[in-house]
């Protein structure tokens, strides 16, 4: 379902953001090697966090500029190396990969930020097949993450389509006995078919046709 994005908040206006909860002053001998437990469905999907998270990118969107923007993230950058990680261990550490982090409202609220927002099919593209660089390199396509995404979307295409079948072959199939329906192969018949299958397994459809 598409949410429309509100309104950007006026400078004035004060962006709510959850400060530091209380797993912060756990013990600090706690056992730290217990696995990441699962993400539950209010962690996942609080539409009050992900209205609130998109109101403040918007917000923070219209107080940058190119440059500004730049300096941030080079700023970010400098303080991610400064404490030993990369951007690769923090996206894996924010997105259900470490125990303090799922327990932290903070960090979910950016996950949220991240996972809900616009901006993340444009990522998602970009990795895809990142714009040529008209400036550098003779206006090459950099390589992005173009196989991996793809074997990706291979996996999750083969995935729904099983889910697909699953779920329309009881409507298909015969009751035991019962030779083929000639009914079934008229026109009326294959057009119910292929309604059916619109309905029931989208992703094969389009895939098909």
């Known amino acids: ?8 908040p006026s400078p004035d206006e004060e962006v709510s953001d959850p400060d530091e909860d209380a797993s912060d002053l756990s013990d600090p001998g706690s056992d730290a090697s217990l696995p990441p437990r699962q993400p539950t469905p209010v962690e996942l999907d609080d ?20 440059d500004s923007t730049y300096t941030a993230v080079k700023n ?8 030993g990680i990369n951007l690769p261990i923090l996206l894996e550490a924010i997105t259900w ?15 949220t930020a991240l996972l809900h ?4 099919p444009v990522i998602l593209e970009r990795w895809w097949k990142p714009p040529r660089d008209l400036l550098r390199r003779g206006g090459k396509r ?9 074997a990706f ?20 199939r015969l009751p035991a006995g019962k030779d083929v329906d000639c009914e079934r192969l008229t026109e009326a018949g294959v057009e119910e078919m292929t309604e059916l299958m619109k ?4 992703t094969m459809w389009k895939l098909l046709y």
Request: glycine share 4%; hydrophobic share 35%; net charge positive.
């Open 47 to 66: 539409p009050k966090d992900t209205m609130s998270s998109r109101r403040q990118t918007v917000s923070m969107k219209n107080q940058l500029n190119q």
């Open 117 to 120: 927002s616009q901006e993340l």
């Open 199 to 202: 309905h029931d397994a989208p």
């Open 153 to 172: 979307a291979v996996k999750v295409a083969t995935d729904l389509i099983r889910r697909e079948l699953k779920a329309l072959g009881p409507k298909l």
């Open 76 to 83: 970010t950058i400098d303080a991610m190396l400064g404490n």
């Open 97 to 111: 990969n470490n125990q303090k982090a799922i327990d932290n409202a903070r960090i979910r609220y950016q996950r």
């Open 1 to 8: 379902m598409t949410h429309e994005i509100p309104e950007a």
């Open 142 to 150: 950099p390589e992005g993450a173009t196989s991996t995404m793809e």
